[in-house]
């Protein structure tokens, strides 16, 4: 847990004010009555010095321990308010698409009825007819099909058949040149077809013949805009024409009557598990909550505004497609379980704002204040300017609900019924450096004063100054307001017949420019009372410090920088007188 240790500007400076006593006085006066025992001591103006503080570095005024979220970089001592957790995305799949199975028959008849004799005869062929598949189902990610693929082959066979009439006979059936067309959607093992999905026969005999092939996918278009796109029902339909041309020979023919060959083309059904096309599959992530806990004291203060010079949210992300996904994101900054009005930040193109892309493959996106990160492993940066917003006032946690989307209108392939993983995770860096808007609160209090102070009942005083001499290597101006110091008794009180004032001048801590060269500044609180035994009543002065804007913006704050009240002295205007009675 971050601790924010007591810082020791006032309370020396308090403990050394000196208790005067009194010794030797012969008993045969009696002092009450015949003397004024009431002296000055100072004159016109005293002054008591009460001694310095020791250095105190950022690392023992703020104390972190492992696994706080506010920690010093190794290497630069900067501190970094750091998180990192993972992000759940669900994976995403996009189911098998199932084309039925189709036949179609081509017909010709070869002798006619009333042809006659016997011999043989040359036939000349030029016969057509469709091939109809249909997909049903089609998951809605699927916007254009340009091609479907199967592991498992389906078949597509070919078989010649052959019927006669009357009492005729024949002996065989050749092919001459018979150029089969098939449909050119069809995508065959490498080999079993010619170019253009023309199955050529010359020489072969057709009678009882037949042929298997081998489909494994359908091709229906190599670009967006010529794929088939199924309709409100999610199916498509897929036609094609078989065509049968050249000449076939009959031979053997004896007899009368008729005979007629028959090509029966059956296709059968193929469960598709790739697909190439326009595909938009739908990526759901959970929301998630960053949790900013364990934070400093300082930055948990209601007054607190942050003003960070460049704050960064790394976004790890692998993504399995092969196509680019885009992140759309709505980040909230939440205190009290509700929401920081105003101070939402929307990033993506969804947004109209920059995209935020993930290319295939394993992604590290800086998402900062100025659109440059140092971070190693970083493969984009996206400019977010509003991101401090969700710093300005530190929030209890920052709701993130990520919107992955594929946007991609051009054709990719993905594996159908396939978990798609996308392995996610965030990681918030903010380094300490402050720009001009930055409100820190800083409270701190002197405690237990009266033990030390109750028996300056005989110090008769009205007014008293302090005066602390402040040397600051840390590059935040500082500022105590009088209306920012309290005083209390021993019972927790406010004295407020204790008067504060601070000169304009004399509120300011000056900041060091560099973070490094200290820069010496002086304060001064006035403290006034009619109550002339106000300091014997004092038993804890509680004090904010503001930081605020100075000239050393965009330097980082560093556990090595420090702060060192090199004096710390008491003014008392007109001395002090001191009560002997």
């Not at 403990?15 to 003397?35: A, H, M």
């Not at 009333?114 to 007819?129: A, H, R, Y």
């Not at 049968?244 to 009959?250: A, D, E, I, L, S």
């Not at 605020?548 to 420090?562: E, M």
């Amino acid at each position: 847990m971050c601790k924010v240790k007591k810082m020791y500007p006032l309370w020396g400076l308090l403990l050394s004010f000196p208790l005067w006593t009194v010794s030797c006085v012969d008993n045969k006066y009696d002092l009450d009555k015949d003397i004024d025992m009431t002296i000055n001591v100072g004159g016109e103006h005293l002054t008591i010095p009460a001694g310095s503080s020791d250095t105190a570095y950022l690392s023992k005024i703020i104390e972190v321990e492992e696994g706080d979220i506010l920690q010093p970089d190794a290497a630069t001592r900067v501190y970094h308010l750091t998180k990192r957790d993972d992000i759940d995305v669900d994976p995403t799949t996009v189911k098998e698409v199932t084309i039925s199975s189709a036949n179609t028959d081509l017909k010709q008849e070869l002798v006619g009825s009333g042809d006659g004799g016997s011999g043989s005869k040359t036939t000349e062929l030029d016969v057509k007819n469709n091939l109809r598949a249909e997909a049903s189902d089609i998951d809605e990610a699927l916007i254009e099909l340009g091609a479907l693929g199967a592991k498992t082959p389906t078949s597509l066979t070919l078989a010649f058949e052959f019927l006669n009439t009357g009492n005729l006979t024949f002996g065989s059936v050749t092919a001459k040149n018979l150029e089969i067309q098939l449909p050119d959607f069809l995508m065959f093992e490498k080999g079993e077809v010619e170019e253009g999905n023309k199955l050529i026969l010359n020489n072969e005999e057709l009678k009882n013949a037949q042929k298997v092939l081998h489909v494994i996918g359908y091709q229906f278009g190599g670009k967006a805009g010529e794929g088939e796109i199924p309709d409100k029902n999610r199916t498509i339909t897929i036609n094609g024409l078989v065509t049968m041309q050249g000449q076939v020979v009959t031979s053997g023919i004896n007899g009368s009557g008729s005979l007629t060959m028959t090509l029966d083309v059956t296709l059968e059904e193929m469960t598709a598990n790739s697909v190439t096309g326009v595909i938009q599959p739908e990526i759901k992530a959970e929301t998630t909550n960053i949790e900013l806990n364990d934070l400093p004291d300082f930055l948990k203060d209601e007054e607190t505004r942050m003003d960070i010079t460049n704050p960064v949210i790394l976004l790890r992300a692998e993504n399995q497609l092969e196509t680019p996904v885009e992140v759309d994101a709505v980040l909230t900054p939440m205190k009290g379980n509700a929401q920081i009005d105003g101070k939402e930040v929307k990033v993506g193109s969804g947004y109209g704002k920059t995209p935020v892309v993930l290319a295939s493959g394993k992604n590290v996106i800086a998402l900062s204040r100025t659109g440059e990160c140092t971070i190693e492993g970083v493969t984009s940066n996206v400019k977010v300017e509003d991101i401090n917003d969700l710093l300005e006032t530190i929030p209890d946690d920052i709701e993130v609900d990520l919107q992955p989307v594929v946007r991609n209108e051009g054709y990719y392939t993905a594996e159908l019924g396939r978990a798609y993983e996308m392995p996610s995770s965030y990681e918030v860096d903010v380094p300490l450096s402050f720009e001009q808007n930055l409100n820190i609160v800083y409270n701190d209090s002197v405690q237990d004063l009266n033990k030390d102070l109750n028996d300056l009942d005989k110090v008769i005083l009205k007014k008293a100054n302090v005066l602390l001499t402040v040397d600051n290597a840390i590059p935040l101006k500082l500022q105590l307001k009088p209306e920012n110091v309290l005083i209390k008794d021993v019972y927790g009180n406010e004295l407020t017949a204790v008067k504060k004032t601070i000169e304009e001048d004399k509120q300011y801590v000056t900041e060091s420019t560099d973070g490094e060269k200290p820069v010496t500044s002086e304060l001064v609180l006035n403290l006034t009372s009619e109550d002339t035994a106000f300091l014997s009543k004092i038993d804890r002065i509680c004090f904010k410090l503001t930081a605020v804007p100075g000239s050393a913006t965009g330097v980082p704050l560093k556990d090595t920088q420090w702060l060192k009240v090199t004096s710390i002295k008491l003014s008392v205007p007109g001395g002090v007188n001191v009560d002997l009675n």
